[in-house]
């Protein structure tokens, strides 16, 4: 079946140790997409990557990075700069080949939630 | 600053209630607005709603569109248990490729 995989599920973390939350989609999308869920905040956009090789910042991109060498995967890294990562994380994709409405329609994966000590 | 809002942020019901949640926007170059229902993890994809007045309906979930007054509603009849969730809300852009969520409405059913 297609789909994305996240792993790891739960992931500890001392401060200042940095760490690489994976994302591998067999659906054949173009867009990849990082997401930081908080209560009571909705979803809000890190990182999200269009082709293999590019990407662009979302709206709180400070203190994350990312790489799309393949198009199937799409990995976030949690600096050490981050000042406050404990949060759940949300990887997604979506097919962009569709022309007007739906083109963003995201398929998600199932999370990896981080808790730093 | 595009902003989405949703209403209730959280809420209680006893299994067979109507519910009735709501979004609204204010946003440029408005495409489309999207729910989405999140039991555990992985948000699960509901409606995608682009014209006002057409209601969309799978089931006892039902949610429709008003561009003028820019909110769209999302019905469950006689809800069960199962439909507890967080129901997300979002709006897609005309132009460039991200979603803006909401905060979401948690509900709760009980037996």
């Known amino acids: 079946d297609g789909g994305i995989t996240q792993s790891p599920k739960y992931l500890f973390r001392k401060e200042g140790q940095n760490v690489t939350l994976s994302c591998e989609q067999n659906l054949n999308h173009d867009a990849m997409y990082w997401y930081r869920q908080d209560p009571g905040q909705g979803l809000r956009l890190i990182y999200y990557?269009?082709?293999?090789?590019?990407?662009q910042k979302g709206d709180i991109a400070e203190g994350y990075s990312v790489s799309r060498e393949k198009k199937e995967s799409f990995p976030l890294t949690v600096t050490s700069a981050q000042k406050n990562p404990t949060a759940f994380y949300l990887c997604?994709?979506?097919?962009?080949?569709?022309?007007?409405?739906?083109?963003?329609?995201?398929?998600f994966g199932a999370g990896s939630r981080l808790t730093v000590l | 600053e595009d902003k989405v809002v949703q209403s209730p942020l959280s809420l209680v019901v006893h299994e067979g209630d109507t519910v009735t949640l709501n979004c609204s926007y204010e946003?440029?170059?408005?495409?489309?607005l999207l729910w989405y229902k999140q039991e555990k993890k992985a948000p699960t994809f509901l409606f995608m709603l682009t014209s006002s007045g057409i209601e969309k309906k799978s089931g006892r979930l039902s949610s429709i569109l008003d561009k003028k007054e820019l909110f769209s509603i999302l019905n469950i009849t006689a809800t069960q248990t199962g439909d507890s969730a967080v129901y997300l809300c979002a709006v897609e852009f005309r132009y460039g490729n991200k979603l803006v969520f909401g905060a979401g409405t948690i509900l709760r059913v009980k037996s």
């Open positions: 946003v440029t170059n408005f495409r489309s």
């Open positions: 997604a994709s979506s097919i962009l080949k569709v022309r007007g409405p739906g083109a963003n329609v995201l398929t």
């Open positions: 990557s269009q082709i293999v090789n590019d990407f």
